[in-house]
């Protein structure tokens, strides 16, 4: 256990504030008592608090009790999913917020998962040039990678966030008790992240989910602490992503492309699933140029495939998944860069792999 950490009788893990890049990570209940007081000392004019259908049902009902705010507050819904992560969407909330009146001291909450909070910071880092944004993630993905480390963007047709901007929130509130909305399988989309954070950086981390079928509500709030703590260490190193950083996107190069190719189907995939595959695809091209043993690949692939359902990859699929890679926005100079395992907890950047085998490496997962 992490050692800033003590366990409270409601079994839920008391987790100190992370200082990240320009604003404090908060958790629990005291995360809400720190909003309030940055709510007043701001002053904010208006407050309007982004939501999608699922946490608009589910989750504001849990937030409007804690906040105590002297400005008007608004609710803006969207609807639920990805395919709501567009220019057409930002432009129809633009247009709430100027008919609303909303100035350059006003606030966006935002009260999701990672579509809400990639979305809503778009939204706020660009109306009126930049207004003040919160972000409050609800699922596990949100609150483990998305919300984290200032990201914020929408997709571009079928193409995973090609258009964004890199700004932080003025603070970001942890609050597990969300995740008791959540299904299984949104839960281990967000899982993939936390793998991620141990394969690339900490062993001893990755090696704790080993014992994931004894996990309780404690350990989890432990291992989500300790992600956090992960990514964000990686973050304030490299906040603009031109060298360390880039190791948060191992999994991510072929995951990207393989959830932007089903991303318009009837078999479109979470983005930890996608991720997931992603991962095993890399951890393969990993090992062919000899980081990783096959022992390690091994190891990484079987149980990745305990967790994550096989998905059906025909050759042909492989194909068009290898030509959206070329819109990739890690590319640099048209090549394509992959971030590798070096060994398990250490990772390797700025990776050319050529088509052959990526083409081994789909191959290899269908086998």
């Not at 603009?240 to 991303?263: A, Q, W």
Request: aromatic letters at 8%; charged letters at 20%; one cysteine or more.
């Amino acid at each position: 256990m992490l050692e800033n950490t003590v366990i409270l009788t409601s079994n839920l893990i008391k987790m100190q504030t992370i200082q990240a890049s320009g604003y404090p990570i908060y958790f629990g209940l005291e995360g809400y008592e720190a909003v309030n007081k940055l709510l007043a000392e701001k002053n904010y004019s208006s407050l309007y608090i982004i939501v999608d259908s699922n946490t608009n049902t589910f989750c504001l009902h849990r937030l409007l009790p804690y906040l105590a705010v002297d400005c008007a507050i608004e609710i803006i819904e969207i609807e639920a999913g990805e395919a709501q992560k567009n220019i057409d969407t930002c432009v129809a909330l633009w247009s709430i917020l100027s008919d609303f009146g909303a100035d350059r001291k006003s606030c966006i909450l935002n009260l999701g998962g990672g579509v809400v909070t990639d979305m809503g910071g778009f939204v706020a880092s660009t109306f009126k040039r930049g207004i003040d944004f919160i972000n409050i993630p609800t699922t596990l993905l949100g609150m483990v990678d998305a919300s984290v480390g200032g990201k914020n963007g929408i997709d571009l047709n079928n193409l995973k966030n090609q258009i964004g901007t890199i700004n932080t929130p003025t603070t970001l509130l942890i609050d597990t008790h969300y995740l008791e909305t959540l299904s299984a399988r949104e839960m281990r989309s967000g899982l993939a992240e936390m793998l991620k954070h141990g394969l690339i950086f900490d062993r001893n981390y990755w090696n704790k989910f080993k014992k994931l079928e004894t996990l309780d509500t404690s350990m989890l709030d432990e291992l989500i602490y300790e992600s956090i703590v992960i990514k964000n260490t990686i973050v304030m190193q490299d906040p603009h992503e031109k060298g360390i950083r880039k190791s948060l996107n191992f999994g991510h190069t072929l995951g990207h492309g393989i959830e932007s190719f089903y991303l318009g189907s009837q078999n479109k995939l979470l983005h930890g699933e996608a991720v997931a595959v992603g991962m095993i695809l890399e951890a393969y091209l990993s090992y062919k140029k000899e980081y990783i043993n096959l022992e390690e690949y091994l190891e990484i692939k079987e149980y990745m495939l305990s967790i994550f359902d096989k998905i059906a990859i025909s050759t042909s699929d492989v194909d068009a998944i290898i030509d959206l890679l070329k819109h990739d926005k890690k590319n640099e100079y048209g090549k394509i860069q992959f971030s590798l395992l070096k060994n398990i907890g250490e990772c390797i950047i700025n990776q050319i792999v050529d088509d052959k085998l990526i083409q081994d490496a789909f191959f290899d997962y269908n086998s």
